[in-house]
């Protein structure tokens, strides 16, 4: 991940809990949508400046959300790295794999449902043995 990655104890719980936020640019971020601190996250500059809040304090108030939860953009080189180490786990049943496009993807979510008795669970058992073996 890039160097530049901080992680930091504070963990606004609200957009009113951002220090140098007032009432009226509180009311202004909500006017126009910001509503979490987890929107302002992934906010740009320009959306918070087209608001009337100034440049400085809109990088400010995005760098402290941000930081709040944690909230980090990865590089595509990086991205094109982490799907590197993903791998494919056999269903055991090659019809099934063939839909899945090659099996379930590990560092994923697979969700299967169905009535009872569809073998959702037996599939689930299955995979227990392909992860331990594999």
């Known amino acids: 991940m890039s160097e530049d990655l901080e992680k930091t104890n504070t963990a606004y719980q609200t957009i009113e ?6 009432p ?14 987890e929107s302002l996250s ?5 959306e918070l400046v087209s608001a009337g809040i100034g ?8 760098e402290a959300a941000r ?4 909230i980090t953009f990865v590089r595509g080189d990086e991205l094109v790295e982490l799907r590197r180490n993903i791998r494919k786990l056999t269903t055991g049943c090659s019809s099934l794999d063939t839909l899945l496009q090659g099996g379930i993807e590990t560092q994923s979510l697979t969700e299967f449902y169905g ?3 569809s073998g959702k669970s ?13």
């Open 17 to 22: 809990d951002i220090p140098g936020l007032g």
């Open 24 to 37: 009226a640019t509180v009311n202004k971020l909500k006017e126009i949508g910001f509503k979490t601190i």
């Open 42 to 46: 992934t906010a740009t500059v320009a």
């Open 55 to 62: 440049e400085q304090v809109a990088e400010k108030v995005i």
């Open 67 to 70: 930081k709040s939860r944690a």
């Open 115 to 117: 009535e009872f008795g």
């Open 122 to 134: 037996q599939l689930c058992h299955q995979l227990c043995v392909t992860v331990q073996l594999g």
